[in-house]
């Protein structure tokens, strides 16, 4: 006698270990395979683009780390590149190393995260995760010395950075930057020919070229289908045009190509912090900028490549001393579009992985 | 570094092949009547040597006489980039073509802007709220909420 089945919807999240925040995807499943899924979105949404409006242009920084919190220097960063663009601000050559070093640090702590937690995700329980936790404590220890705040560092500001970096902040990123290339080796020993890595993440979740683009994904994502495209070197914001780096890409675009990308990336960022260090000159950390901003009426889009992928501001100015429109494009956000077709048919621990693959950070999608 | 196409360059491409199709360009940017929206980005998508074949984002402006729907370009061959605006003068029903038939990624910024800001996108599959809850009244990004 054949047994009667059907169709069920299976709620994932919205607090689940394996969804990165509050989030929520509500899967309609055959059994184990996976039919169709709908992300779910909004349980962290604060209308921060809302308050944008109420708010002064220095004074929404402390906002913009909010966003995507486990990396809040690279959106302090995109922020205040806007409001200089719009008025017409020029940055000393000090502060522009000294956001470069931070955002540089902040792309390997972000990436320790979403390799871990990818790893968490495939069944690896918190050992590697613990390990990368290791390594990002020194970045964090770090960030303590510059801005006083382990999470969200508000350390950025129009026309410079907050304060100097403190005389023990050189000699420690030097132990970093001696010690984290083995780090990664080690990795590279534990994982890279894991067997049940590979298992899980090879061939598994593959995201064409074609797709990638059409669908808007920035960052490791776009770059693991095999897109070479960073927008350090595309379109160099800051200083990004006098350093020497590679742009890692991946030839298939499924799971295994994402990690090993974010995994390269952490190497190129450190051949940047290695540059940056040696080139560092002395001299002001901050131009002259009055308390208040007041950008002439017109608008501004810039664009950096965060950890997660192209994070923009678009602002718009009316001559007030408030944004009157301040957009932002969220690379989590949009990067989940593909999400759909990359777990249609695969079974549910598949999408578990493809959805990790894909790193996200909810504070930014919902804003 | 990439290249800002003028506005007023692809006005004058757009306009031979689309007569009437443009509202207002300059360097900046280029404004193009919301009807013919859908075939004048497929143009700038498909065209050699224009190829924009990435969407940047999309966001909506509240000016209160109209809203002003912003699409930013991009070409990842050629890395050059321009911006393309449409408005909408009816504040009670917005309605613009959706443009998810060419980007895909256009799909959750349109709802996305649905749901702040009330412009409905026509053609677009799943046209609803995206953040906020479904009986949740008005749209906070427009300028007369609150």
Known sequence: MALKTEPFVL??????????????????????????????FGYLHRGIEKLAE????????????????????SNNFAYVTA????????????????????AELQRIAAFLIAVGAFLNDCGAFFTPFIYMFREREKIVDLFEMVSGQRLTYNYMRVGGVSQDIPDEFLPALRKFLDK?????????????????LLARSKGIGILTREKAINCSISGPVLRASGVEWDIRKADPYSIYDRFEFDIPTGTVGDCYDRYRVRIAEMRQSLRILEQAVAQLPSGPIRSDVPHLVRPPVGEAYTHIEAPKGELGFYLVSDNSIAPYRCHIRPPSLINLTALREMVRGWKIADAIVIFGSIDITVGEIDR | MTRTLSGKDIAGQLEEKFPGSIVESNQAHLIVK????????????ETAGLDFNYLNHITAVDYYQYFEVVYQLSSLEHNHTTVVKARCYDRENPSLPSVIGIWQGADFQEREIYDLMGINFTGHPNMK???LWEDFQGHPLRKDYL
Not at chain 1, 54 to 73: E, H, K, N, V, W
Request: glycine content about 6%; overall charge negative.
């Open chain 2, 34 to 45: 919301s009807e013919v929206l859908p075939d004048t980005l497929r143009f700038l998508k």
């Open chain 1, 11 to 40: 709620n994932i999240g919205p607090v689940h270990p394996s969804t990165h925040g509050v989030f929520r995807m509500r899967a309609t499943m055959d059994g184990e395979v996976v039919l169709d899924i709908e992300p779910v």
């Open chain 1, 54 to 73: 109420q708010r002064t242009y220095g004074g929404f920084i402390p906002l913009t780390d909010r966003l995507d919190y486990i990396a809040s220097m």
């Open chain 2, 129 to 131: 709220r995206i953040f």
């Open chain 1, 83 to 102: 409001v200089e663009k719009l008025a017409g601000i020029k940055v000393p050559e000090r502060a522009e190393y000294l956001r470069v070093i931070m």
């Open chain 1, 180 to 196: 984290m290339p083995g780090y990664i080796d080690e990795y590279d020993r534990l994982l890279m020919q894991n067997e049940i």
